[in-house]
């Protein structure tokens, strides 16, 4: 008993097993603590209102016309036979003893877990609106505006110029932006190969620049171009009926223009109050729990998890840390210590990856790289095959995380 | 069934709800290899579509188990660049050595026999899941 205390940390509690957790968001991140708080026998109950899921990592290949909306869809029907009740509802509001549901149904919970990801800041940017979404697609919550951006691209004239947004941190993957212009530069080079792409960006820096930078050069010459801020790039407002977005010095015409806007946590996560002024979510680093609202822990691109980017395998690795915790507290054991790790794959093209990694540690109630470990790919004495390999390990990743999260 | 339960704890973290319920899970330290490598499970390979297809896809990623020591080793020699990795030497950097040799006895525990490396000798020495 000492040794199994010591080394996985023996729950035992009379209250557990009526507890009730409710778990509000089925992306990456709700998706996966809700599985693993049922794999500890927990009562979990799941509350998403899309009845299918359609994933981001891997949906620029979609826009590229390389792969299937279908590949990146998937049903609960997995989570709800590894134990979890599902319920497609949406959350209208949170009190400190229950979520309300938009078919009237009110859900108890003793702990409960936000993980609803991002919304649309529609706010943030003069002039992109829902209506101006539909013309100038952001695509960054994958489906329909996916597939619109998608026609777009196809509908282009050859010679054409695809416009991409891109703006200020934190957002949702931070690479996915330069992996969207890599592939689209991929599917002009070979049907349309006197267009380009520019990026108008909002920042001096962006992740894995050396390895885009220079693989844009290698792969795509003049097809792709960056602008930054220094450049006077950023754009601050957008005409969606001309096609034309402005920055403080210029107007840019594009025949396709892609505006990933500013974001914000999740809907729910302002509504319920755990969004503080910068629209993200404090939380206590080693449990998730809101700095804010007692009781209620949040997760994935929501939360601010300090160094930790805002990812998929991010968000997965979390939820299954936070399920643990959960459980922990329930049955008033003390929190358990663990790093998480981030691995970020970006594809150049469909058979050339590259890679981010990072390794965090949860110190002074903060996620903290740790010194020495992660890091980009190898710019210098990468191993010969290396970047096929590394699109061979972003499928593969794929494929794990999502019959890890979705599957059964 | 007491010493079942014992040795089950050691190897994969047991948490006891109350009754006599006892559920299993990864322990919290390695649970986030399970990001790329299935833990517990064959590796990849299928997804689920929304319409019941299958989606298979191709895995390369190995599974991660067998004798702890030659884990260890193994995690050891990608750490210090002997053995020639991707991603791998990056993330266990991250990890002391008295911390990796702790995961190579819960990795090892799962009873998976894989090898982990990748461009070393990529494939030669992969197993199956048990």
């Known amino acids: 008993m000492g040794l199994v205390g010591l080394l996985s940390g023996c729950l035992s509690g009379g209250g557990v097993t009526k507890a009730r957790v409710v778990v509000a968001g089925g992306g990456f991140a709700g998706a996966t603590c809700a599985r693993t708080l049922a794999q500890l026998g927990i009562r979990v109950t799941l509350v998403e209102p899309n009845p299918v899921y359609t994933a981001c990592p891997f949906s620029n290949l979609v826009i590229s016309t390389d792969r299937p909306i279908q590949a990146q869809q998937f049903s609960y029907a997995g989570i709800a036979n590894a134990g979890v009740e599902v319920r497609h509802a949406r959350v209208v509001g949170v009190d400190a003893q229950r979520v309300q549901l938009d078919d009237g149904s009110r859900l108890d919970y003793d702990r409960l877990v936000l993980a609803p990801g991002i919304e649309i800041n529609w706010d943030g940017l003069p002039g992109y609106d829902q209506a101006a979404a539909e013309l100038m697609p952001h695509a960054w919550q994958a489906g329909a505006q996916t597939l619109l951006l998608r026609r777009q691209l196809r509908a282009m004239p050859d010679g054409g110029v695809v416009v991409i947004s891109v703006p200020d941190n934190p957002y949702r993957c931070p690479p996915g932006p330069y992996e969207r212009a890599s592939l689209i530069a991929h599917y002009l080079k070979a049907h349309k190969p006197r267009s380009k792409v520019l990026i108008l960006d909002a920042k001096d820096r962006f992740s894995k620049q050396p390895l885009f930078t220079r693989a844009w050069q290698e792969q795509y010459g003049q097809l792709v171009e960056w602008q930054g801020r220094s450049a006077g790039a950023a754009v601050v407002e957008v005409d969606a009926q001309s096609g034309a977005v402005l920055t403080d010095f210029e107007t840019v015409r594009g025949d396709v223009i892609n505006v990933i806007p500013p974001q914000r946590a999740g809907f729910i996560a302002q509504t319920a109050g755990a969004a503080d002024n910068s629209g993200w979510c404090p939380i206590q680093a080693g449990t998730f729990e809101s700095t804010r609202l007692d009781r209620v822990h949040v997760l994935g691109d929501a939360a601010i998890a300090n160094a930790m980017p805002k990812s998929a395998f991010s968000a997965n690795a979390q939820a299954k840390l936070c399920a643990v915790q959960v459980a922990r507290l329930l049955a008033d054991q003390p929190p358990q210590p663990a790093k998480l790790i981030n691995t970020c794959y970006s594809l150049i093209a469909p058979e050339y990856g590259i890679s981010v990694a990072g390794v965090y540690t949860a110190e002074k109630n903060t996620w903290r790289s740790i010194p020495g470990a992660g890091g980009i790919s190898p710019m210098l004495q990468a191993p010969a095959g290396a970047p096929r390999l590394e699109a061979e390990y972003a499928r593969a990743w794929y494929a794990t995380i999502t019959r890890e999260v979705f599957g059964g | ?130």
């Not at chain 2, 799962?110 to 070393?120: E, K, Q, V, W």
């Open chain 2, 1 to 130: 069934m007491s010493k079942t339960l014992t040795v089950t704890a050691l190897l994969t973290g047991v948490v006891t709800l109350g009754q006599g319920v006892f559920a299993e899970v990864v322990d919290q330290r390695i649970q986030v290899c399970g990001g790329c490598h299935a833990l517990g499970a064959p590796a990849g390979g299928q997804g689920h579509g929304v319409d019941g297809q299958v989606q298979v896809e191709k895995q390369t990623i190995p599974p991660i188990g067998g004798d702890p020591e030659h884990l260890y080793q193994l995690m050891i020699a990608m750490k210090t660049g002997q053995r020639a990795v991707t991603v791998m030497d990056r993330i266990l950097r991250g990890y002391t050595d008295a911390e990796l040799k702790e995961m190579a006895q819960l990795l090892g525990a799962l009873g998976n026999s894989g090898d982990p490396g990748d461009l070393g000798n990529r494939g030669s020495q992969r197993s199956q899941v048990k």
